[in-house]
């Protein structure tokens, strides 16, 4: 079958899309920004990348025989994520019925009650944006998705390895039915063309239901932590929105959408697809377990904090590689090379995560306190991958936006919070490395912020180089 293939850049797509090629399907992947969908060598000639962005008019194949919809903008902005999700649903829908599409699967979240959160509210109205079309949708609705790199097991896992001693909000007796991320991609690939899944909605879930407390408790029984939680009633959703920012890697707006969703119980309300699919699912502790072995082993394949919902980046910036120019601020370090350029590139490659920014380590965790503060992303989102890097991929605070080993160049983003804009460029030649961070000011506060740094600039950015350099020769 050829399938077309939305969110193909996040969390859940890029994996599905390497289940649904296994399988022999060929697949249209839909992305803002091509060059970060990840495409394994083994299946790249049944792969096919087009460009689009779903807040806009978007034109695809019309001889697609069936679609996912991966697609949510919850993770940067509270206030408007759900417009985009309606504007989005709509110009998809569309499109899409100007195709010979035979089916449409989504995946959202359980709906278990009538009082749901902004974002459990925006997922069923997206749902019915997407009924209201002429393709037949099948729906399958997930509650936490357990696997390396989803978003609720990173939080959980930051939780239990940094606090010995919880003092949590009251919602952690709140009741939920948790999914092995191998689990939801088996029944996303198996409802595929399926005569009795067209059309309809399922409920999909772990053989497990437990309070968030439990999960916790559980999460520490695996890795042997004794670990305390204390609830109380006092914690508002906003005191607990502050409180996962502090210890976890989210960033404002995605903790107070994830808050707001574990106020009320996430249980699956039917279980008709095993009727179908009979499956005996992973319980949630043996799911940690898989998840903690894939951290170790090094073979993460997709994580939450890479996936392009998480960034409020225009795809037009990837039209034009370079950074700005006209009205911004440079500083600019360069040495002469004794070592041999792809090794210095290999060592830029490892910035930040565990790896750190080879110099004056202390200033860059200080910057990400503050980051966190002001509500935003932060330093401990860390890295996915400790040595591949593509385009798009999160590497503390920053995002790679571009990324070419042969030329040797590389250009970050800045997601911190900061009056403006900002890039740090690596560029190697055979004979020198030259590092420049560019800073776009917004207004006077922009431009008093980056002459109050000026002088740690000036210490950090030199002494950062020339430990890169250092370390290279070792």
């Known amino acids: 079958?050829?399938?077309?293939?939305?969110?193909?850049?996040?969390?859940?797509?890029?994996?599905?899309?390497?289940?649904?090629?296994?399988?022999?399907?060929?697949?249209?992947?839909?992305?803002?920004?091509?060059?970060?969908?990840?495409?394994?060598?083994?299946?790249?000639?049944?792969?096919?990348?087009?460009?689009?962005?779903?807040?806009?008019?978007?034109?695809?194949?019309?001889?697609?025989?069936?679609?996912?919809?991966?697609?949510?903008?919850?993770?940067?902005?509270?206030?408007?994520?759900?417009?985009?999700?309606?504007?989005?649903?709509?110009?998809?829908?569309?499109?899409?019925?100007?195709?010979?599409?035979?089916?449409?699967?989504?995946?959202?979240?359980?709906?278990?009650?009538?009082?749901?959160?902004?974002?459990?509210?925006?997922?069923?109205?997206?749902?019915?944006?997407?009924?209201?079309?002429?393709?037949?949708?099948?729906?399958?609705?997930?509650?936490?998705?357990?696997?390396?790199?989803?978003?609720?097991?990173?939080?959980?896992?930051?939780?239990?390895?940094?606090?010995?001693?919880?003092?949590?909000?009251?919602?952690?007796?709140?009741?939920?039915q948790p999914i092995a991320i191998r689990d939801a991609l088996f029944y996303l690939s198996k409802v595929l063309g399926h005569s009795d899944c067209i059309g309809k909605t399922f409920d999909i879930g772990g053989p497990d239901v437990l309070t968030y407390k439990q999960m916790l408790y559980q999460f520490a029984k695996v890795r042997k932590l004794h670990r305390l939680i204390i609830p109380v009633p006092v914690l508002t959703p906003k005191l607990s929105s502050l409180w996962l920012i502090l210890v976890t890697s989210t960033n404002y707006f995605l903790a107070r959408s994830l808050v707001d969703s574990m106020m009320v119980n996430a249980t699956c309300t039917e279980n008709a697809i095993q009727s179908i699919f009979p499956r005996k699912c992973l319980g949630y502790a043996e799911a940690v377990k898989k998840a903690l072995h894939a951290l170790e082993e090094n073979s993460v394949i997709s994580s939450w904090k890479d996936s392009w919902t998480t960034t409020s980046l225009d795809p037009s910036m990837f039209e034009d590689i370079k950074t700005p120019e006209f009205g911004c601020y440079k500083e600019k370090v360069s040495q002469a090379l004794s070592s041999d350029p792809d090794e210095v590139f290999k060592t830029i490659m490892d910035i930040g995560g565990k790896t750190g920014y080879f110099s004056m380590n202390w200033a860059w965790r200080v910057r990400g306190l503050i980051d966190t503060l002001l509500g935003g992303v932060g330093i401990h989102r860390g890295r996915t991958h400790k040595k591949t890097l593509k385009v798009g991929d999160v590497i503390d605070f920053w995002r790679v936006i571009y990324l070419n080993k042969e030329e040797r160049h590389m250009i970050l983003f800045a997601e911190m919070k900061i009056p403006g804009e900002a890039f740090l460029e690596f560029d190697v030649s055979k004979s020198e490395v030259i590092q420049t961070a560019t800073f776009c000011p917004k207004g006077v506060f922009g431009r008093a912020y980056w002459w109050v740094l000026y002088p740690i600039h000036k210490i950090l950015f030199p002494r950062m180089l020339s430990a890169l350099l250092e370390k290279t020769k070792r």
Not at 8 to 25: D, F, M, P, S
Not at 34 to 51: A, C, G, L, T, W
Not at 92 to 121: D, M
Request: hydrophobic share 40%; charged share 20%; glycine share 6%.
């Open 1 to 176: 079958m050829k399938i077309l293939l939305t969110g193909a850049n996040g969390y859940v797509g890029t994996r599905l899309l390497q289940v649904l090629a296994k399988e022999g399907h060929h697949i249209v992947a839909l992305a803002r920004s091509p060059s970060s969908v990840f495409i394994p060598k083994s299946i790249s000639s049944q792969v096919e990348v087009i460009q689009g962005d779903l807040l806009k008019e978007i034109s695809i194949p019309s001889d697609i025989d069936a679609a996912y919809y991966l697609v949510h903008s919850m993770s940067l902005h509270l206030k408007d994520f759900d417009e985009k999700d309606k504007l989005a649903a709509r110009n998809f829908t569309n499109a899409l019925n100007k195709t010979k599409c035979k089916q449409l699967i989504y995946l959202t979240g359980l709906i278990t009650t009538t009082h749901l959160s902004k974002h459990l509210a925006s997922r069923l109205e997206v749902e019915n944006i997407l009924k209201s079309g002429e393709i037949p949708v099948t729906t399958l609705r997930a509650g936490i998705v357990i696997g390396s790199g989803s978003a609720s097991f990173e939080i959980i896992r930051d939780l239990v390895e940094k606090l010995p001693i919880m003092v949590a909000p009251k919602w952690v007796n709140t009741k939920c």
